[in-house]
């Protein structure tokens, strides 16, 4: 089905056409097969890079293409709706560049055209085996050496961890607490950084997750971003950016689920005419359309307050949160509308099914979601 969008200059259209052509062509076509060999698409990503589709959020003086968010994430969208694991590449990839185009010194920003042309593609590495949510108490310790920081310790579920050549790196290097906690930029050929072996994952099996372990790995003092105890000040600050990316993806592979219901709704005959017309399940699909439209609303209108510069940190946290349950409502409805048919690998929307759950898990749980946003609540 087409989406009717509203956009804010004539190159946005331009883009959302070159990223649909890009994804019906590129995308669409490989999903299931590499989903089911769990190997990654890195000639892909290299691919939406030379199109200019990593950078758009960053400046064009770094590598960038300058775009509002808002259209950044129709974009991302568009991806999802033909292949989840892709569009959840790109997501981190832009989040895994964002510390260094934000916080980041003129000189160190010297690395990031290779980074958004996606030559060089990142890892976002937060999460431990011992802290996932609670990401101010990580124990990856970075001592100062001379010219440079000795990294120990063990990250966990790190998107790109086999395949990333570069990491984001939150350590702590103070005391406890998030002021402790720095950000350092190490490359993938750091001795001492050790990639374990992919998790094996119930979707994105595309997508390779594992702990990377740190064993006085020696990253340089300039790799520093943004001075010691800047960490978890970056961190949360590239986190809301990350979660509209997420809702993106959501929001995509939701209207996939949806089209692909309604399509083998409109040609499957019971009963001698198509199941679309009986009003139990044409309810159920006129309900999965208005919660998807309800989802890329909100997370557009969360993209335009970061757009004008305005606070958005609660708003995105709804915008995940929505939008990731109505991916996993929608995705579940799907395979019920297929019946039988919707439970075999035949038809995608099993494999929408199993990837919509991690979306409602990375980039904080949307339990972590409605933390936020009650506290939001409580303090008026």
Request: hydrophobic share 45%.
């Amino acid at each position: 089905m087409t989406v009717d969008r509203i956009l804010p200059t004539d190159e946005a259209h331009d883009l959302l056409d070159l990223a649909t052509e890009l994804a019906d062509r590129e995308l669409a076509p490989r999903a299931a097969g590499f989903e089911e060999r769990a190997e990654f698409p890195r000639e892909v990503l290299r691919t939406l890079g030379r199109a200019g589709l990593l950078g758009l959020p960053y400046a064009e003086e770094h590598g960038g293409a300058a775009q509002p968010y808002e259209v950044y994430l129709q974009v991302l969208e568009i991806l999802a709706s033909r292949w989840l694991a892709v569009a959840e590449a790109v997501s981190v990839h832009t989040l895994s560049c964002y510390p260094l185009a934000q916080f980041g010194t003129d000189e160190q920003r010297k690395l990031l055209p290779a980074m958004v042309g996606g030559e060089l593609l990142g890892a976002y590495c937060l999460s431990e085996p011992q802290g996932g949510s609670d990401a101010a108490a990580l124990t990856t310790r970075a001592v100062r050496d001379g010219d440079a920081y000795l990294v120990d310790g063990t990250k966990a579920w790190i998107t790109h961890a086999q395949v990333a050549d570069f990491y984001n790196i939150f350590c702590r290097t103070g005391g406890p607490g998030p002021k402790g906690i720095s950000c350092l930029l190490a490359d993938r050929d750091t001795p001492g950084i050790a990639p374990q072996a992919a998790e094996r994952t119930m979707g994105l099996r595309a997508s390779p997750v594992a702990q990377i372990a740190f064993d006085s790995a020696r990253v340089p003092a300039e790799r520093l971003i943004g001075g010691e105890g800047a960490g978890f000040t970056i961190a949360m600050s590239a986190l809301d950016s990350g979660r509209l990316g997420i809702a993106a993806c959501a929001v995509g592979l939701a209207q996939a689920a949806l089209d692909y219901a309604v399509g083998y709704a409109r040609e499957r005959q019971q009963f001698g005419k198509a199941i679309i017309d009986f009003q139990g399940l044409g309810f159920t699909l006129a309900d999965l359309a208005t919660q998807i439209s309800a989802a890329r609303a909100l997370t557009l209108a969360a993209a335009r307050l970061r757009d004008a510069g305005r606070p958005y940190s609660i708003e995105a946290a709804k915008a995940k949160l929505f939008a990731t349950d109505v991916a996993m409502r929608v995705t579940t409805d799907a395979v019920q509308v297929l019946g039988g048919a919707g439970y075999v690998a035949d038809h995608p929307v099993e494999r929408y099914m199993r990837e919509a759950k991690v979306l409602q898990i990375v980039e904080g749980t949307n339990q972590i979601q409605r933390l936020v946003i009650s506290r939001a609540l409580a303090k008026g």
